[in-house]
């Protein structure tokens, strides 16, 4: 080919493109020279065909919308996309191009269908432009030009050569006619316009002739108006074609025009009414029989069918007689069908290929599903048969609607499970039955099973789903309607567990009555045992024998539920209990407890009246032995019972004196002074009255041990004797002598000799061994040294107490109390799991601040403590924090702890703080200043303490470790917002008790972008705290944004004690159908200038700010860029990697995302510095990007995992017939305003979006980007 000959192929290009007709010989020589003498640039070209005359008159008053979409019915003969001419149209608004520019750009990137119609319409258009110059017809003038564009219309994507040779020759006549005689072109064209000729019924059946009908007639009529007013009579060729009989054809036209002229046409169109008999008596029955069936229809002889081009069946009775025949019409009678219809049957009728596609789409669309189809509607055609007579009269009909199902709705499918609403996410995917709940089934539809699970695949879709085992399943559902559609299939994954739980045990915490096996009681707390070790699992119970069932409670961590008998509204009754478990299984009812509950206190007053033998009242007495008698008022149900204090058992009184008192027998008083307690119970356990009564009998003897001593306490006056000594007395009327240093060291046990009377010894007869102000060497179970440096040796749950001075003590095991008293004592424990009790009163260790590294001198030194033993220091806490902590103490204010780990040095004189040491100062401050002891030895690993405020004791445990954090992984799900925090040397783990958390935790959620507080759901509620899978999750799924969250301490535990406290800020989150991964974000870095980031490793926040546009290429690594500041931002990419994907927040207005180096590579295929989108949604194999809106989710962490919904969401899209390998992917949740930027490729060619063939590029919040918005540094390199 010549190269002018390329420039006229271009030129009549442009013709086609814009004009929408052939160029007209002078039009092509002109602009081919201008090519040829420009070196093929068209700048100018395009320029003059938009500011031509032509395109004024034409076009001018068309929108941008108007002249795009008439540009692809002239090319394609089709309407544009909806996103493609919204793209096109803001192009030319933009000024970024003009609509000459458009229509060439649109005609190159034409592809399959529409590229081949392309190609026909330019050949049709270069060969009618040669044959006007060769044969040098006219082809001047608008109407000649609107003659000529009838050539573009009537070529179709079916055209022969012959077609486009008969088309070619009748429009050259037909445009010569135009340009020399147009007001025939106008006559012809009234009411309606020449290319809307070709949307009729008749100008869509046969296009080619109907090209061939406007050039005869138009040349019939140039010689003979009037004659071609009696064709049109005033409504042009539409009317023509509107009015003509039903077997008349547009050749008949042609060959009466050919044969006869203008009026033989008129005799074709208008027909003279034939001189027909009145119609004879009907003399058979007609009606409807059958629609033809596609595939899979479950009922033959209904209406609906979902065959688009149908043989419809009728029947009739009797004989067809001699010029009878059958027509029929599916317009409602404006045409009538006398083809295709097949009689050869005798009493069938079968009207063959009828078209059901162009009736009335009047039934609305189903419902849609999650990522369904797109629906497509019912069609009805009334399809009318009728018998006719030669004369065409009607003689019988039959009518049917037929409805033309082509779709069938995805179903609403949900497992069975009782108890789902009892365990919120616990039980998503899990069930105890083998079957759904279905919910959208069309009338007369089925529903079938496609069953997915491995090893166990079925072939075929049933009807019924298999026989499942426990455990995991995937099942596809779907419905197949009576026209035998079948609907896209429901995707269920799910483990089936019907797992036999163990019936629960139930008994009464405490049967509070007499009878403590009679279930009455006044405590209602049931205690619920046996439900299992699982992790959660949960409860119901019953009050009428197991008919009904009432939710009780969820169990976690095997914490033993209790119910309280007092929220029933019945008082008498039988409880049950049985299991649930989250997948809907229920145990087998527990044991029936049958109670009676009773929480109301009995009426009776009880009266001391005397001791038989003494005055009335009187509770002194000198007898041995005595009887006590009372007085009972108000009696009713109570029951009476007595004890002696200190006795464990109550004894019930059953005799009473006919005046209603009752009295106590043979009460002792040898050897002690009793306390005689009474009180009314009922059956139940409730108690009314209750007092105590002391009797001042003649006898008793009680020794206390305390620090200072012994306090001895008798009634009884007399000398205390240790041995054969008296070391102190008690007075006349009896009372308390305080026995304290002794002038020797005594041992022994105590008497009490008594005037009159036996003596008195203590119960069991403990010997006590009591020192003087010396050295004293002591062995025994009960030591007091008093003053001096004192040896002391216990034997095991000893009380020890040193005194002043320096003493040394062993303490060999068990229980027991020790006090060093003032000095500086040292004091050997023994280790044996039992607690011992360490007492310190004030000035009794060393007073005053400690500076590290100085001697201890003054201080107890205790050795071989254990977790478990007791400092009590007394009530020092009413004041202070009671808070340990790990310095030295510097200011005496009170109630001050604190444990410092060290070691002894310099031959165990000096103290020395170290984290590696293995000896410990414990200090205090009381009232008086700080206190100081030192611990060696100690048995566990590090030393800690537990303060009692109340108790006024410090308990040694075991300190906790505290893990400083490491590192986060994040886990963001559509439903679900959770993390793990890693730590050295432990990660978080689940504390045992609630939500996992500790007792003081104090996490804090915070909007990094506000610096407010945080939606307070994200940290309540049942879902937030630590799960099974042992992430911390938070009360619901995070909404996309950048948050900073606080812990303490007191937070989070770990293996080996706890988190220190921290603070992490972090993006992420969900809106929509886009779900955002966590990712840390530790530095802020606020741009208004050009930043090439690209070799950071470490996460960022961009945020832009000032009135210059930014460039900006991020690190490798994910940030968070903060596009919503009012200022222009280029943020650009030279790789494609998910793991530097960038998270944007408010992007759009004249920001851009532009690929540039390996990046733009990589997508640029075609090197035209420019993302080829395919604009209409449906892809092409030159498209580089695609556009879509989904209604699936997509979560940017799960485009690895090949089953994930994620997967499924984007597998939605027909990606086979890419040229290339790679797709970027904009998914777009335009409700939501978010969207994520994807990078496909295909590596390993199938054609199908898998695990690992897609990169996240980019996510976008807060504004979901247009496509002209992304693209690649070569658009703009120009």
Do not use: C
């Not at 049931?526 to 299992?532: P, Q, T, Y």
């Not at 969820?554 to 539920?561: E, H, N």
């Not at 009692?948 to 954090?965: F, H, I, K, Q, W």
């Not at 800020?1065 to 690209?1094: C, H, K, M, R």
Request: hydrophobic share 40%.
């Amino acid at each position: 080919m010549s190269e002018l000959s390329t420039y006229e192929t271009t030129v009549n290009s442009f013709y086609l493109a814009f004009f929408g007709r052939p160029a007209d010989p002078a039009g092509l020589a002109f602009w081919s020279g201008h090519l040829a003498g420009n070196g093929g640039d068209h700048r100018f070209m395009t320029e003059g065909f938009a500011t031509s005359e032509e395109a004024r008159v034409r076009f001018g008053d068309d929108t941008p919308a108007e002249r795009i979409a008439e540009i692809y019915q002239q090319l394609f003969n089709r309407a544009p996309d909806a996103a493609g001419l919204a793209y096109w149209a803001n192009v030319v608004e933009q000024g970024h191009a003009s609509l000459a520019d458009v229509a060439v750009v649109i005609l190159g990137g034409a592809q399959g269908a529409d590229a081949r119609l392309a190609d026909l319409r330019e050949q049709a258009s270069a060969d009618f432009t040669a044959l006007v110059e060769q044969g040098g017809s006219a082809y001047t003038g608008y109407a000649a030009v609107e003659a000529a564009r009838v050539l573009v219309r009537a070529v179709t994507s079916d055209a022969s050569q012959e077609d486009i040779a008969a088309l070619v020759q009748a429009v050259a006549a037909f445009t010569d006619i135009a340009s020399n005689n147009p007001a025939v072109i106008e006559a012809i064209a009234t009411g309606s316009t020449l290319l809307a000729l070709f949307d009729t019924p008749r100008g869509l059946l046969d296009p080619v002739t109907l090209v061939q009908a406007l050039a005869d007639v138009a040349k019939a009529a140039a010689g003979s108006p009037a004659t071609l007013e009696s064709l049109l009579r005033g409504g042009g060729m539409a009317k023509v074609l509107e009015v003509m009989p039903a077997r008349a054809t547009l050749q008949d036209v042609v060959d009466a025009l050919a044969t006869g002229g203008l009026d033989a046409a008129i005799d074709v169109v208008y027909p003279p009414r034939p001189v027909t008999p009145s119609p004879s008596t009907p003399v058979s029955s007609l009606k409807f029989d059958s629609v033809e069936s596609g595939l899979g229809d479950r009922d033959l002889k209904d209406h609906v069918t979902k065959v688009e081009k149908a043989d419809v069946t009728f029947t009739y009775d009797g004989a067809v007689n001699a010029g009878q025949s059958f027509q029929y019409t599916i317009d409602g009678g404006k045409h009538w069908i006398s083809a295709g219809i097949d009689t050869s049957t005798r009493g069938v009728v079968v009207l063959k290929d009828v078209d059901l596609t162009i009736g009335a789409q009047d039934l609305p669309p189903p419902r849609m599903g999650i990522m369904e189809v797109e629906p497509v509607k019912d069609v009805l055609t009334t399809v009318q048969l009728s018998l006719v007579g030669a004369d065409k009269q009607e003689i019988l009909s039959a009518t049917e609607t037929l409805v033309l199902d082509r779709f069938a709705e995805m179903l609403d499918v949900a497992l069975v499970n009782a108890t789902a609403s009892h365990f919120g996410g616990f039980s998503t995917g899990n069930t105890n039955v083998a079957g759904f709940t279905i919910d959208g089934l069309e009338q007369g539809a089925i529903v079938q099973y496609l069953y997915m699970s491995p090893g166990a695949n079925m072939a075929t879709w049933t009807n019924s789903l298999p026989a499942l085992q426990d455990g995991m399943h995937t099942v596809q559902v779907r419905q197949l309607d009576a026209a035998g559609n079948a609907s896209e299939a429901k995707e269920m994954r799910f483990n089936l567990n019907r797992e036999t739980l163990d019936a629960p045990t139930i008994r009464l915490a405490n049967d509070t009555g007499i009878d403590d096996k009679d279930g009455v009681t006044s405590d209602g707390t049931v205690i619920i045992e046996g439900l299992g070790d699982a992790w959660v699992t949960g409860w119901e119970y019953s009050v009428d024998d197991g008919k009904s069932w009432t939710f009780g409670g969820v169990s976690k961590d095997g914490v033993v539920p209790q119910f309280e008998l007092g929220t029933l509204d019945i008082a008498t009754g039988a409880f049950l209990v049985r299991q649930i478990n989250y997948a809907g299984n229920a145990s087998a009812a527990s044991n029936k407890l049958e109670f009676t509950f009773d929480d109301t206190k009995p009426t009776e007053i009880l009266s001391f009246q005397r001791i038989e033998g003494e005055l009335e009242g009187v509770l002194k007495t000198d007898q041995d032995k005595v009887d006590l008698t009372f007085g009972v008022a108000h009696k009713d149900d109570g029951i009476v019972q007595w004890r002696v204090k200190g006795s464990a058992d109550w004894v019930t009184v059953n005799a009473y004196h006919s005046n209603g008192t009752f009295t106590l027998e043979g009460i002792d008083l040898a050897a002690a002074d009793p306390t005689i307690e009474l009180q009314v119970i009922d059956a139940a356990g409730n108690v009314g009255f209750e007092q105590s009564w002391d009797i001042d009998g003649p006898a008793g003897l009680s020794v206390e041990k305390t620090v200072a001593g012994l306090k001895v306490t008798s009634s009884s006056a007399g000398a205390i004797v240790m041995g054969n000594v008296q070391i102190g007395a008690i007075g006349q009327d009896g009372g308390t002598a305080n026995i304290g240093q002794q002038p020797l060291a005594f041992a022994g046990t105590l008497t009490l000799e008594r005037a009159q009377g036996a003596p008195l010894t203590e119960s069991g007869s403990p010997a006590y061994h009591l020192g003087f102000d010396g050295a004293d060497t002591f062995k025994g179970s009960n030591l007091w040294g008093f003053d001096g440096d004192d040896t002391l040796y216990g034997m095991g749950n000893d009380f020890i107490s040193g005194g002043n001075g320096n003493d040394t003590i062993f303490a060999y095991g068990g229980n027991d109390f020790i006090s060093g008293g003032a000095g500086a004592d040292t004091i050997t424990m023994n280790v044996d799991g039992k607690t011992s009790i360490l007492a310190y009163d004030g000035k009794d260790t060393r007073l005053g601040s400690f500076g590290d590294g100085t001697v201890i001198s003054g201080m107890d030194r205790i050795t071989g403590a254990e977790a478990g033993d007791v400092i009590k220091v007394g009530q020092i806490f009413a004041s202070g924090p009671g808070t340990v902590s790990g310095s030295y103490l510097l200011s005496d204010d009170s109630g001050q702890v604190a444990v410092i780990q060290g070691r002894l040095a310099e031959s165990n004189t000096r103290f020395q703080a170290d984290s590696t040491g293995k000896a410990y100062m414990v200090q205090w401050t009381d009232t008086i200043g700080i206190n100081s002891i030192v611990f060696t030895n100690y048995s566990g690993a590090a030393l800690g303490l537990e303060v009692n405020r109340d108790a006024g004791t410090m308990t040694l445990v075991e300190a906790p470790v505290a893990s400083s954090y490491k590192s986060i992984a994040y886990s963001f799900t559509a439903t679900d917002s959770a993390f793990y925090l890693d730590g050295t040397p432990d990660g978080i783990v689940h504390s045992g008790v609630g939500n996992g958390l500790l007792a003081g935790q104090n996490f804090w959620l915070e909007n990094a972008l506000t610096s407010t507080q945080a939606d307070s759901d994200y940290t309540s509620g049942p879902g937030f705290g630590i799960g099974i899978d042992g992430n911390m999750h938070f009360g619901r799924a995070l909404e996309a944004g950048v948050y900073t969250m606080s812990f303490n301490k007191d937070t989070f535990a770990t293996d080996s004690g706890y988190l220190a406290a921290d603070d992490i800020t972090f993006a992420g989150g969900v809106a929509g159908n886009i779900v955002q991964d966590g990712f840390s974000v530790p530095s802020f870095l606020p741009i208004n200038y050009t930043l090439n980031d690209a070799g950071s490793n470490v996460s960022k926040m961009y945020a832009g700010y000032g009135a210059n546009p930014i460039q900006l290429t991020t690190g490798t690594q994910q940030d968070v860029i903060l596009a919503s500041g009012g200022v222009q931002m280029d943020i650009r990419y030279g790789h494609i990697d998910s793991s530097a994907q960038d998270m944007l927040i408010g992007f759009g207005g004249d920001d851009q995302l532009l690929f540039q180096g390996v990046a733009e590579t990589t997508i640029d295929k075609n090197q035209n510095g420019m993302i080829d989108w395919a604009l209409s949604g449906t892809l092409e194999a030159h498209h580089e990007g695609i556009a879509i809106d989904i209604e699936g989710v997509i979560v940017t962490s799960e485009l690895d995992n090949d089953d994930s919904a994620t997967l499924q969401t984007l597998r939605a899209l027909d990606v086979q017939v890419l040229a290339t390998r790679d797709l970027v992917i904009l998914a777009r949740d335009t409700a939501a305003e978010s969207a994520i930027l994807l990078h496909y490729s295909d590596s390993d060619g199938n054609g199908i979006i898998n695990g690992g063939e897609v990169q996240v590029i980019a996510t976008f919040f807060d504004n979901v980007p247009l496509t002209d918005e992304i693209n690649v540094i070569g658009t703009y390199a120009e």
